[in-house]
């Protein structure tokens, strides 16, 4: 997308298994430099429904929510400035769809992201 004063790239995939289902998504340009400040923040909110917590994982900041009741959650990857790495999930625990998240090469797509 291009407007005249900003732009932003966005990749997405969706996969399906039962019901079980994933949005991985790459995101670059001001609205990724926009959702930074969230995953910058140092955010550790716990509650018996689940949780939202920043933390790193191999040497990159996340951000990662969790909603117990309906096994769904999203996980955050900060890829630089203005690019990010968004995983989105439902019916899948949030050690599983880490797993998942993780088969991405979150390197190689910071890489490509600071490439454009």
Do not use: C
């Not at 926009?34 to 933390?55: C, D, F, L, R």
């Not at 599983?96 to 993780?102: G, N, Q, S, T």
Request: hydrophobic content about 40%; glycine content about 8%.
């Amino acid at each position: 997308m291009q407007m005249s004063d900003t732009s932003m790239t966005t990749a997405t995939r969706d996969y399906e298994r039962d019901s079980a289902q994933v949005h991985a998504s790459v995101v670059v340009g001001q609205a990724a430099a926009g959702a930074m400040g969230s995953i910058e923040s140092g955010m550790n909110i716990q509650t018996p429904e689940g949780h939202v917590m920043s933390s790193n994982m191999h040497g990159m900041q996340v951000l990662k929510s969790y909603n117990s009741k309906e096994k769904s959650g999203t996980l955050v990857v900060a890829l630089g400035q203005n690019a990010l790495f968004n995983f989105v999930y439902q019916g899948l625990t949030e050690d599983d769809a880490v797993a998942l998240a993780e088969k991405f090469d979150w390197k190689a797509l910071q890489a490509a992201a600071q490439a454009k």
